[in-house]
């Protein structure tokens, strides 16, 4: 499984991450450890790479769309001042994991589903129980569109 993806963005997805905030950085080298959720990056100045703990590089730079895995534990290095636009999303992973076990519940319970297969019906109550809305409804609409 790759834990960094590299590419050039689409034209959809560089509109998206330019309206997201920027995060600065001057040459270093640090250990950091990703949380639950992926982070994707617009990188708009300098270059830099990843080491993750296996020894894989993955460099970028200018005009790069990079992706994190979620739980990733890694060496940055920033070779050239930085700045990238980002954003964190709630893993898909963890997303269909949530919907899976919210609707599994609704079955045992006896309460009739419908539209539960090939679907793009997110219960309500679902998106509120989540600090991660905003996220939830991002990819529901992107995948959409």
């Not at 997110?122 to 992107?142: A, E, G």
């Amino acid at each position: 499984m790759v834990s960094v993806l590299v590419r050039k963005p689409t034209v959809k997805e560089e509109a998206l991450l330019k309206a997201q905030p920027t995060w600065e950085h001057e040459p270093e080298k640090w250990k950091t450890v990703y949380d639950e959720r992926e982070e994707t990056c617009l990188v708009i100045e300098g270059s830099a790479y990843v080491e993750t703990m296996d020894g894989e590089r993955y460099h970028f730079a200018e005009g790069d769309l990079v992706t994190f895995e979620p739980h990733l534990e890694c060496w940055w290095c920033v070779e050239k001042p930085i700045k990238k636009h980002y954003r964190n999303f709630l893993s898909m992973l963890s997303l269909r994991n949530s919907v899976k076990s919210t609707l599994l519940k609704a079955v045992r319970s006896g309460k009739k589903q419908e539209n539960v297969c090939k679907s793009y019906i997110i219960p309500v109550p679902l998106l509120y129980q989540h600090s991660y809305t905003k996220d939830i409804l991002f990819y529901f609409f992107y995948f959409l569109s």
